[in-house]
DNA sequence: TCAATAGTGTCTTTTAGACATTATATG
DNA sequence: CATATAATGTCTAAAAGACACTATTGA
């Protein structure tokens, strides 16, 4: 293929990185992988796989979560973070990241969890060594997410459906860090329009009693009239 | 440099195209350019550059505005609106392309009005035909700029300091495309935490008089509490 | 029965929006 | 004076938040 310009310019490796982030026991997790690299032994990083021929950046995306952490979840939410660009960010040479951000609902950790495991995001700056640049997607990536809660339905690809409303509600809890009022957090979600649609089942109550909870859907809405503003 | 994985992988050509906004005459105006390709002949594009070697994507950014409208605008907010890159979005091959949204005051057209030149949004339906993928990545940055005139301060991006709150109000009608309270949008604005503050001068009044308005500088804040919805 | 969770009602505070009123300029 | 724009005041409606109360389950 031709230039554009006629001046020098790098022909860069193109690779995507995914920040998976799913909510186990109550918490908000990340998942990482350990790079094969010898050099970078003991470090753990995003999933990520070089972009193929003839393959779309998306593909690329489900590509290393499936290679990488045996996860296909062709369902997940999947979107794109930012573009990480710096020339001197991956020490092998130039390689440009296209950063994704995906959620799934409860996920189990992958076979083999010494080389693919979710970890709390909460203990990400006393835990694992991240390689490369990722310690600087990472906080991008849970940002995103946090406010993107605010003013989308996103909340809602944490939770399979059908799901109840503290379901939904120990979304916001986990991804925020903080406590919602059940019965204000109720109202709003319900008379935001098309946020959740109301079925016919009931869930069960847990161990200890407790009144049925009603099950939900999601509704249409992808972003939130009013917003669901953080405390 | 090494591969990842060993199995094939593309090495893409990766470019930056820049969706720089402005507001004259009360409009939302977006910059395109001529390429030089002669099977593009009365096409219009966003500027865009390859990446060069040792180039960040930002500085790349820059380039494409001071070589092909001959804009430099250091100070111009830059962010980073999305990657694309579908396989076939470029017929000359594979070229993956991190698109930029760039806003900046009010900024005469470029000397050769007929190689760059602005263009008001709402004629671009109907006005300039747009080369490559170029007609996907145009509305997505003017969403996002709608979108985060919101919930950030980027509004003040549009206008040079000192500014009066009707100028500032003036970008939020054309962005938003709406008429706003005068006095609900300053009592809104001033009361929104280093979203802007008070100098001690005055704009002096048009030619057919009026009260002279306080000029006001830039705040410290970049989220807004609260955030200033769409009506 | 009690404890636990789901869901409703009510009150207060805050915010948004419509619109009248006052202030300061030009002609 | 009239007119134009800036800035303030006032009222109403909508939304957010605190918290009491009712409903339905398990033990």
Redesign the interface.
Known sequence: ?????G?????????VDVALLTIRAGRLQLLLVQPDAPDLAGRWALP??????????DDTAHRALAELASITAPDAHLE?L??Y???ARDP???V?S?AYLAMTPTTRDPQDRHRARFWDVADLGHGPQLAYDHDRIVPDAIERARSKL??TSLATAFVEEPFTLAELRQVYEAVWGVRLDPANFRRKVVSTEDFVVETTGFAPPGPEGGRPARRYRRGGAHRLH??M?RP
Chains 1, 2 share one sequence.
Request: glycine letters at 8%; proline letters at 8%; a positive charge.
């Open positions: 293929m031709s230039s554009l310009t001046a020098p310019v790098a022909t860069c490796a193109v690779a990520g796989r070089r972009v193929r021929d003839d393959e779309s950046l794109q930012r573009t660009g710096d020339p092998r040479g130039r440009v296209v605010e003013y009013p917003a503003l």
